[in-house]
T-cell receptor
């Protein structure tokens, strides 16, 4: 069964304290691994697509990496405005479905 | 690019009335659109998948007669909540997949907050 698991559920950081969010996936034929950011009361904002193991992508303080079993979202020197829920999703060739994880709620304190 | 809008952004209605939510892809054509429901502090729950010109595919447990979906064009999908009740109050979010792209990237709208009194 296709599944995406994110950890931790919540993460509290001090401003400037770098860390990583984990996304473990099990899908029948990966067709893209996606990261989104969601602020309260808003729709998810697209961040990255990773297509194959070994790929990395960066955007400002965020860097996403992908292996054959998991993806990491590294946050370098976070700022309070990085506080949000980060969602991971995996595209599956099985019915072209996208399976979403439950998200990691990130809190960055000044 | 890849902007999706939703209208209205919020709506309050009386129990028993119907509410229509529009989802538009503004700068691309969307062969497939998705409707999600999200409860506070929970993740997205897929309700249905709609393909332009065909009937929507509903997820298990979602009443198709209650949540009517129409995908009339490559840029517009609508969700109508019929005979709404307080338990239908939620945050509804649509997303769209771009035509011609082989990967499953979805681009989300800003969401619609529905409150049923």
């Amino acid at each position: 069964e296709d599944q995406v698991t994110q950890s931790p559920e919540a993460l509290r950081l001090q401003e400037g304290e770098s860390s990583s969010l984990n996304c473990s996936y099990t899908v029948s034929g990966l067709r893209g691994l996606f990261w989104y950011r969601q602020d309260p009361g808003k729709g998810p904002e697209f961040l990255f697509t990773l297509y194959s193991a070994g790929e990395e992508k960066e955007k400002e303080r965020l860097k996403a990496t992908l292996t054959k079993k998991e993806s990491f979202l590294h946050i370098t020197a976070p700022k309070p405005e990085d506080s949000a829920t980060y969602l991971c999703a995996a595209g599956s060739t099985g019915g072209f479905k996208t399976i979403f994880g439950a998200g990691t709620r990130l809190f960055v304190k000044a | 690019g890849a902007v999706v809008s939703q209208h209205p952004s919020w709506v309050i209605c009386k129990s028993g009335t119907s509410v229509k939510i529009e989802c538009r892809s503004l700068d691309f054509q969307a062969t497939t659109m998705f409707w999600y429901r999200q409860f506070p502090k929970q993740s997205l729950m897929l309700m249905a998948t709609s393909n332009e010109g065909s009937k929507a595919t509903y997820e298990q447990g979602v009443e198709k007669d209650k949540f009517l979906i129409n995908h009339a064009s490559l840029t517009l999908s609508t969700l109508t909540v019929t005979s709404a009740h307080p338990e239908d109050s939620s945050f509804y979010i649509c997303s769209a997949r771009r035509q011609g792209y082989s990967y499953n990237e979805q681009f989300f709208g800003p969401g619609t907050r529905l409150t049923v009194l």
